[in-house]
């Protein structure tokens, strides 16, 4: 059974910075693609960002690109996420999700939360003005 397990989020001032991390209990982590979504109340979850198995790929929604970074360290069986310049609207419960993609290209990475298979508990992230 894959778990994932983020870390904290917290209340950060708009324009601030914030680090999530989210560590996987698997045996081969670079076998996993991996992905960042996160739902403010009343919407649903949206996508954010995803890395490809061996981090040689990243793809951003356009909501954050050039403010967040996904990262990764297959040695750690750990993802980040990198949040700058936070806004208001950037406040939503966070999440990582992995999908298994070991038979399929290490550079693949995965938009659409019906791709993955395992989901962390969430981290809640606020951003006050």
């Known amino acids: 059974q894959v778990q994932l397990v983020e870390s904290e989020g917290g209340l950060v001032q708009a324009g601030g910075s914030l680090r999530l991390s989210c560590a996987a209990s698997v045996l081969t982590f670079s076998n996993y693609a991996m992905g960042w979504f996160r739902q403010a109340p009343g919407k649903e979850r949206e996508f954010i960002a995803a890395i490809s198995r061996i981090g040689d790929n990243t793809y951003y929604a356009d909501s954050v690109k050039g403010r967040f970074t996904i990262s990764r360290d297959n040695a750690k069986n750990t993802v980040y996420l990198q949040m700058n310049s936070l806004k208001p609207e950037d406040t939503a419960v966070y999440y990582c999700?992995?999908?298994?993609?070991?038979?399929?290209?290490?550079?693949?990475?995965?938009?659409?939360?019906?791709?993955?298979?395992?989901w962390g508990q969430g981290t809640q992230v606020t951003v006050s003005s």
């Open positions: 999700a992995g999908k298994r993609a070991l038979y399929y290209s290490s550079s693949y990475y995965y938009t659409q939360s019906r791709d993955y298979e395992y």
